[in-house]
Every structure is written in C-alpha cells, then in structure tokens.
C-alpha cells in the first residue's frame, strides 16, 4: 500500500500486475446497458402521462419542474443533508470506536467521513479507502479490520430499511395492495421481509458460537466480536436519518404537487433505497421502482433523480469545507506527497 517509513536493507518487491476477473468487463457493460432499459422504461411511463395530458415528455417534465415551489425544496434538502452528515459520521464513528479504534474522537471523525463524500462521487469503494488509510496511519489499524466494520455498517443499513419498510407495510398494507398493479408486492415485501428477520438472528447466532468455516474469515472480524446490542444500536443510531428522509420526501413531493401520504413513504421509501444500492449507475434501478410504486405519478422518477444528485453534490460540498483537514489527518501538515508517506 505504501512505503515503509522505517529503514530497511531488505530488497523492495517487484511491482505486481493488477489482475482482473475476466467478468469485469461483461460485469460493467451488463450494468450500463440494463441501466439504459430502466432509463427507457421509466421515459416511456412519462411519456404515456404525458400524451393523456397532451402534451411530450419534455414539455410534461418542464411543467412538473416549473410547478415546484423551490425555494422551499432547498429549505428542506440543506439542513436535512447537513443533519444526515452528523448522523451518519456518528454511527460511523461508534462502530469504529468499539470494534478498530477506542480512542479515536468525533471530531476526527468527521473531516474523515466528510473527504468519503467527495470520493464516493468517483466510487463509493474508493470512499471508504479515506476511512481505512487514517485507521491504518493513525490507530495501525489493518486494512482488513478496518474494512470488516463497513462491511458491517452495509448490513445493517439493509436491516434497517427493511425493519422500517415492513413497519410502513404493516400499518398501510392496503397502500401496498394498491401499488401491486404491476408487481405482486403485496406478496414480494413480505416473503423478503421475514426471510430477513428469520436470517439476522442465526447470522448472529452463527458469529456469536462456535470456531471454524467464515468465522475464521479476517476480514469478518467484527462480526465476530459484535454482540446483539451492537446490532440495536446501530439501527438505534441511524434510525434518525431514515425517519428524516421519510418526512423530508414526503415534504419534497408535496412541494411538486405529488400526493403522498407518510404512510406511504415508511413503507415504500426505503424498499427504493435497497433498490438505489444495486450496482446500476444513476441509481436506475430506483427510478423504475419510483414508476411501479406510484404508477398514476411517472415523472416522481425525475424528481428522485433530482433529489439524489442534490444530496450527494451537497455531500461532497461538506467534504470540501473538510478538506484541507481531512488533508492533514491523512496526509501530514504538508498535504499529499507522492512516494513515501510522511510520518507523524
């Protein structure tokens, strides 16, 4: 990864070839091209909109887009994304802190998570190296663990939406009959949903007891030594965020003369974020559930578009106020410096 900042006699490594699967290539063309069919699928639901209206899909969406009161969308979309920064740098920073780094302090924290947003405009991977680049300099925290905590992280944010969709779906599971138009999903979220809560407590279970198979896996490392309140807690202290985006998408689509209800957004909402996790570019695969769920609204794909670009462009402005500590946490007082990495 870097240079060793120690002398040593011993003979450097020859510089290796980077391997790549054979299936990178097909991988990312699949990706692109089943993004272009989300992306032609959800133009074609605006389109019939917009032709019962009269009118082309680019006049429809100028119409939707010029209905919405804006100055009240910024209102709501900038301190709901700098409230998100301090939560999620607050999850993050409690499960580093129990499983990599007891010492560590929030306010390192957050320049660190801060400089991740600029990064993951790139790829989100490539985040996610900011956070183990400062373990490993700062705390001598191996790459591994540091990777095995965000990987921990991931899943619980699965098990969060899911949690808060399928209390959204239980207290409006007629709005999901309702939206089962196209899919059965009536049938789809539940069947998902206990298959989840049936999995979590044998995943534990399975880390909790015993020695051998993927226990013994480093980079699992903090499944291992999580316990059951660590999986609470961890839903406990992001649940702010997802609850925030309810009430803010609910808001937002207000403002775009789109009628939805909370009710609505628990149990939908967070069924469209897994769906943005897939690794599809643009989040398209969000887009067409947006078009599925709320079939009489086709152009509320464009307005989640919107509203995704927004919050991760804000996010990266926040990293940029960071930067230049987030520089000097990473990289030294002096900033990068190419070849061997400074000590301190």
């Known amino acids: 990864m870097s240079e060793e900042t120690s002398e040593d006699s011993s003979p450097p490594e020859a510089p290796r070839e980077r391997t790549r699967s054979p299936w990178s290539i097909p991988f990312r063309v699949a990706t692109w091209l089943l993004a272009a069919g989300c992306f032609y699928l959800v133009y074609g639901k605006i389109e019939e909109a917009a032709a019962r209206d009269g009118l082309n899909a680019w006049r429809y969406l100028v119409e939707f887009f010029g209905e919405a009161d804006w100055v009240f969308w910024l209102a709501l979309m900038i301190p709901y994304s700098v409230f998100f920064f301090f939560v999620d740098s607050h999850v993050t920073w409690r499960v580093v802190r129990w499983f990599n780094a007891p010492d560590l302090k929030f306010t390192s924290m957050l320049p660190i998570r801060a400089s991740a947003y600029i990064l993951s405009l790139v790829n989100e991977q490539v985040g996610k190296g900011a956070m183990t680049l400062y373990l490993l300099r700062h705390h001598k925290v191996p790459g591994w663990r540091a990777l095995s905590s965000m990987i921990l992280l991931g899943l619980m944010e699965i098990f ?95 403002l775009f003369q789109v009628d939805v209800s909370l009710g609505q957004m628990l149990a939908f909402l967070p069924v469209i974020f897994l769906a943005a996790a897939l690794p599809l570019p643009f989040h398209a695969g969000a887009l067409v559930l947006w078009t599925v769920l709320f079939p009489d609204y086709p152009e509320v794909a464009a307005f989640s578009f919107v509203m995704h670009t927004f919050f991760v462009l804000f996010n990266a402005a926040i990293g940029v106020l960071f930067l230049p500590r987030a520089n000097r946490e990473l990289f030294g007082v002096g900033g990068f410096r190419v070849g061997r990495l400074p000590t301190g």
């Open 160 to 254: 969060q939406l899911l949690l808060f969709s399928a209390i959204g779906v239980a207290l409006s599971f007629n709005l999901v009959v309702e939206a089962s138009t196209q899919w059965p999903l009536d049938v789809i979220l539940p069947a998902v949903m206990i298959f989840a809560f049936v999995y979590l407590p044998l995943h534990i279970a399975y880390f909790r007891t015993g020695e051998g198979g993927l226990r013994e896996k480093p980079i699992l490392t903090a499944f291992r030594q999580a316990r059951p309140v660590h999986y609470f807690l961890i839903v406990l202290f992001k649940a702010p965020n997802l609850i925030g985006a309810v009430i803010v998408y609910t808001f937002a689509l207000e």
